[in-house]
């Protein structure tokens, strides 16, 4: 199964800070647009950030702009999508997930039904 692979999931206190991983599974990202979406309890899956294919442009979603920032790392084909996440609040707790589109060079995308390519997530809890 071709999917990403997160880690770096975590119990932290508010205020605090947590990075997140996402690496591939059989097969390099290296040229796709990589996205990060979260899930809490009862609630619908939501996008969290995004990065183009090239790491030139990223997107946020207004609740996480300012305090979360995606980047991405090659070394020779391999490709690691990163979320560094500072000032965490209660709120942020969720399941985070990696996602890819199903196709190459792509820009940051924000729709989650443009991402082919799932993880099984990690979870990110915040105490209060």
């Known amino acids: 199964q071709v999917q990403p692979v997160e880690s770096g999931g975590g119990l932290v206190q508010a205020g605090g800070s947590l990075t997140l991983s996402c690496a591939a599974s059989r097969r390099t990202f290296s040229s796709y647009a990589m996205g990060w979406f979260r899930q809490a309890p009862g609630k619908e899956r939501e996008f969290v950030a995004a990065?183009?294919?090239?790491?030139?442009?990223?997107?946020?979603s207004d609740s996480v702009k300012g305090r979360f920032t995606i980047s991405r790392v090659r070394v020779d084909d391999e490709n690691t999508v990163y979320l560094q996440m500072n000032n965490l609040k209660p709120e942020d707790t969720a399941v985070y997930y990696c996602?890819?589109?199903?196709?190459?060079?792509?820009?940051?995308?924000?729709?989650?039904?443009?991402?082919?390519?799932w993880g099984l997530g990690t979870q990110v809890t915040v105490s209060s």
């Open positions: 990065i183009n294919w090239s790491g030139s442009t990223t997107d946020y």
């Open positions: 996602a890819a589109p199903k196709t190459p060079y792509g820009s940051a995308l924000r729709r989650r039904v443009e991402y082919d390519y």
